[in-house]
């Protein structure tokens, strides 16, 4: 086995990865609409609606909108992503989520407040400070993309050409919120502390996607527009340090087509478009690139063994690979498809792909938003990183990108990573379970994170008591923005554990959280099934950019009423699952009754 602080090693070298509501069936299965787009006159008129808002609360006429994005909502709703300007300049993480009717009007709006504080409107708390504020940039974008990039290592090669937008960049801090104002820090809990703007700062937002060798270096930059200094960076680089292939699952179905006599790693069932067409798995050939299409002259690929590296990569070993990435990316697209009637990634069924044998000896997967797409290497380490988790992971990822987009930092990166360790459990399930129908089920997965490709059996990331692996936390604290996002990550995998499969009231057991103080003390789940529509409905019409632990518990909640009714037992699952990580206050469960219609209080725990 390899020792565990090598193994720490290994990952950081890899990735620094009451009475019951009756509900129409129609409203507890949420269906995605048919994809749909708006002109530029729709979009228009989904601006004016948003503009004629403006007065109502407080902003002047020097705020403006943007559609930067749309896709498919639930029951015949389309749903637009605004954002928000303040003369012609987007404010970094303040957009409204915009719910339509099919009638193009507005049904709701989820939006930031981070840009309340700018213009001469009542809502400017900061008034005269920020009432003129000056958007004539002193350095230029070249100067800026120049400052950026002096931290970058000599020999670095674009992917992409750098790029720069000159945005409003809010510096936020937290206020304590009223009532927690003499709390110790360590006895403080999401809500109470509110996030607040400090003041705004004139910014280049610059996109860095490069590469040193063979190591992608994707960052994001915020540089002072005014005196070229560094505001903040991360890292764009949206991976997961470990996963699993089917030299995991044995023999699988492959959608292929066969074409100019040979048969090709295209599935003409899922996606559209796209770089290849169609779904597609492509041969990096231990490079950096996607390179070209898997190819062979019988559909019969790989042996199902991990790749014996210095061997060929399209021969029956190197087809192995393949054949992982290609089992999951099914797997994922189908379950979404299925359960929620979402297409691909974006939800418009547009295709993607999966690069496999990335690199040499590669302990790494990641998401490229570059291309929308994945890429997936061999592992050194770790086995091949194609495990069915892994993917789903990823594929999240770019579920994420096209919706919610929550910045790859701080309290939203975590979320963004917690998403996609989610969606990569659910698919597993999912594909377990047999990969069909339009329920997930209740068992099928381990609730590990990178287990199948452990060369030890210990897994990367532990949902139940995300603590066990070292790094992770189990429960929200203020020190959690300053974690990798794989590891602040931990306390919202928690609380989806605890919505789906309850909790333990023994304080021996991984399930039990001490923040669980009200009756029963083990809380209930409510099945892995409608917790991921709760997540899903919650991060693709409701979480924005800047969605934080506090946030994303009341989006939860409004996306849990919105499928099973205000005041139900989904909707007290979702506070005491967020209570259970320091997010809010717990909540009793109602009393059972004689006709066993309300929640029982039963423990639903598995230890696997």
Request: glycine share 10%; proline share 5%.
């Amino acid at each position: 086995m390899i020792p565990q602080p090598l193994l720490k090693a290994a990952l950081l070298a890899a990735a620094v990865l009451f009475a019951p509501v009756q509900v129409p069936d129609a409203l507890a299965a949420p269906m995605m609409g048919p994809p749909l787009k708006l002109d530029g006159k729709a979009q228009a008129q989904v601006v004016n609606q948003l503009a004629a808002r403006r007065p109502a609360i407080g902003l002047d006429a020097d705020h403006g909108y943007k559609v930067m994005a749309q896709h498919p909502g639930v029951q015949g709703t389309h749903v637009v992503r605004v954002a928000h300007l303040y003369k012609g300049l987007r404010i970094f993480g303040s957009e409204s989520v915009v719910v339509l009717d099919a009638r193009r009007q507005i049904v709701s709006e989820s939006a930031s407040p981070r840009r309340l504080h700018l213009g001469r409107g009542p809502a400017n708390r900061m008034q005269r400070a920020t009432a003129g504020f000056n958007v004539k940039p002193t350095i230029n974008r070249k100067a800026a993309i120049a400052a950026a990039l002096r931290d970058m290592p000599d020999g670095v090669v674009n992917v992409v050409a750098p790029t720069a937008e000159l945005l409003i960049y809010p510096m936020m801090r937290d206020e304590r919120a009223p009532g927690a104002e003499g709390k110790l820090e360590s006895e403080l809990n999401a809500v109470d502390l509110v996030e607040t703007v400090d003041r705004y700062e004139l910014a280049w937002l610059v996109r860095l996607r490069m590469r040193s060798g063979e190591q992608p270096l994707y960052y994001d930059v915020v540089v002072n527009a005014r005196d070229g200094e560094i505001i903040d960076r991360w890292n764009m680089l949206q991976t997961v340090e470990g996963i699993g292939k089917s030299q995991y699952n044995g023999d699988v179905p492959l959608s292929t087509t066969f074409a100019n006599n040979v048969y090709q790693m295209l599935d003409p069932e899922r996606g559209k478009g796209g770089s290849f067409g169609a779904m597609a798995i492509t041969n990096a050939n231990h490079g950096t690139a996607s390179g070209r299409v898997y190819t062979n002259t019988v559909n019969t690929w790989g042996d199902g063994k991990q790749f014996v590296e210095g061997g060929s990569t399209t021969g029956p070993n190197g087809q192995t690979a393949a054949v992982n990435a290609m089992w999951g990316l099914k797997n994922t697209y189908d379950m979404h498809k299925n359960v929620l009637g979402w297409l691909a990634l974006d939800g418009q069924d547009t295709a993607t792909h999966i690069a496999v044998h990335v690199n040499r000896g590669y302990d790494n997967a990641y998401y490229s938003d570059t291309c929308r797409c994945m890429f997936i290497g061999d592992g050194t380490f770790f086995t091949n990183l194609g495990s069915i988790d892994v993917v789903g992971h990823e594929m999240g990822h770019g579920i994420t990108a096209a919706t919610s987009n929550l910045v790859y930092s701080g309290e939203p990166g975590g979320l963004n990573e917690s998403s996609s360790d989610i969606a990569g459990e659910v698919v597993e399930t999912y594909a377990r379970g047999g990969g069909t129908g339009d329920v997930i089920p209740e068992t099928g997965n381990d609730w590990m994170l990178g287990s199948e490709i452990s060369r030890t059996g210990t897994p990367l990331r532990w949902m139940i008591k995300p603590s066990k692996d070292g790094n992770s936390h189990d429960a929200w604290s203020t020190g959690l923005r300053r974690l990798d996002v794989h590891y602040s990550s931990g306390p919202n995998n928690r609380m989806f554990y605890f919505l789906a499969k309850g909790s333990s009231a023994e304080n021996s057991n991984d399930a039990w959280s001490r923040y669980l103080v009200k009756q029963p003390l083990a809380m209930t789940g409510i099945g892995i099934d409608k917790a991921f529509r709760i997540w899903f409905r919650a991060n693709t019409t409701k979480f924005t950019s800047s969605t934080n632990y506090a946030d994303a518990r009341t989006k939860m909640i409004e996306a849990a009423s919105d499928l099973y009714g205000a005041g139900g037992r989904e909707v007290i699952a979702v506070q005491r699952a967020y209570a259970a990580i320091n997010v809010g206050l717990d909540v009793d469960e109602p009393v059972p009754t004689p006709s066993g219609t309300q929640a029982t209080g039963r423990t639903l725990v598995e230890t696997d």
